[in-house]
């Protein structure tokens, strides 16, 4: 078994919001609801696509759920793969979640060679 990394849960680390609560405006951290992505760049310009800081970097829980862990040695909990989360995952606006577009092919596996 795979140790799960521990859930660390703190304040917003730009905008220093408790979890569950809305970013401040101008946070670095904070997420489009609509689009997923940074808020500083999504053009919009009313705060409602504004998002709550959950205690965990956005798309942290969703490279644990679905596996995209960057696995940094036993001692060292594995860290989210962010880039693969993104590259992989679609913003759901409903969820206001990352999902995957498609199940994950795995890689893992080894084909030995049959020499018969
Ligand atoms: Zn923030
Ligand atoms: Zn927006």
């Given at each position: 078994?795979?140790?799960?990394?521990?859930?660390?849960?703190?304040?917003?680390?730009?905008?220093?919001?408790?979890?569950?609560?809305?970013?401040?405006?101008?946070?670095?951290?904070?997420?489009?609801?609509?689009?997923?992505?940074?808020r500083l760049g999504c053009?919009?310009?009313?705060?409602?696509?504004?998002?709550?800081?959950?205690?965990?970097?956005?798309?942290?829980?969703?490279?644990?759920?679905?596996?995209?862990?960057?696995?940094?040695?036993?001692?060292?909990?594995?860290?989210?793969?962010?880039?693969?989360?993104?590259?992989?995952?679609?913003?759901?606006?409903?969820?206001?979640?990352?999902?995957?577009?498609?199940?994950?092919?795995?890689?893992?596996?080894?084909?030995?060679?049959?020499?018969?």
């Amino acid at each position: 078994m795979a140790a799960e990394p521990t859930s660390k849960i703190t304040n917003c680390p730009d905008c220093h919001v408790t979890p569950d609560t809305l970013h401040h405006q101008g946070c670095d951290v904070a997420r489009c609801a609509r689009t997923g992505l940074q808020r500083l760049g999504c053009g919009h310009t009313s705060n409602a696509c504004n998002t709550r800081w959950t205690g965990r970097w956005p798309g942290e829980a969703e490279c644990v759920e679905y596996g995209l862990v960057i696995d940094v040695g036993s001692d060292t909990e594995p860290l989210p793969d962010l880039n693969r989360l993104y590259a992989l995952c679609d913003w759901d606006p409903n969820q206001q979640r990352m999902v995957l577009r498609a199940p994950i092919a795995d890689h893992g596996g080894e084909h030995p060679e049959r020499n018969t």
